[in-house]
């Protein structure tokens, strides 16, 4: 490589973002979960859903932000909290099917609507959050 034709830094390309930067990080992380709790707890849609969960959302409102941090790249707090990230056994006791999972995604969509996130981001994040619902499905 001569001299002239060194790249430089500024000549890279942006290293890619994680979802969790994508997201807004910790921050912007906890701020969808809060809103995805809120919409649950608030909308006709979420009914079903919402009458699996105990009154106070506080322990699994934090522990959808825990596992999600780990699972969209950003610090693994779930798994070093629980020592694993396996979904099905904490949602083992609940009758899960397509019309829960659906619920669940209404207020997963509806709180990135709510925040602002842009078309291409809520985008990206669609078809992961369909998977990750879908998988718990357990009829």
């Known amino acids: 490589m001569t001299a002239t034709s060194?790249?430089?830094?500024?000549?890279?390309?942006?290293?890619?973002?994680?979802?969790?930067?994508?997201?807004?990080?910790?921050?912007?992380?906890?701020?969808?979960?809060?809103?995805?709790?809120?919409?649950?707890?608030?909308a006709p849609e979420a009914a079903g859903i919402r009458a699996m969960h105990g009154a106070d959302l506080g322990p699994v409102s934090n522990s959808l932000f825990e596992y999600l941090s780990g699972w969209l790249g950003g610090p693994p707090l779930y798994s070093t909290r629980t020592g694993s990230?396996?979904?099905?056994?904490p949602h083992r006791p609940f009758a899960i099917g397509e019309?829960?999972?659906?619920?669940?995604?209404?207020?997963?969509?509806?709180?990135?609507?709510?925040?602002?996130w842009p078309d291409e981001t809520r985008a990206l994040f669609d078809g992961p959050f369909f998977a990750i619902a879908d998988f718990v499905r357990n009829r």
Do not use: H, N
């Not at 890619?16 to 979960?33: I, K, S, T």
């Open 6 to 42: 060194k790249a430089t830094a500024t000549d890279a390309a942006p290293a890619p973002q994680r979802p969790y930067d994508l997201a807004g990080g910790e921050e912007g992380l906890r701020r969808l979960v809060d809103r995805f709790y809120a919409i649950m707890d608030s």
């Open 85 to 89: 990230v396996c979904l099905t056994a």
């Open 99 to 116: 019309s829960e999972r659906d619920q669940w995604l209404f207020c997963m969509r509806q709180a990135m609507v709510d925040l602002g």
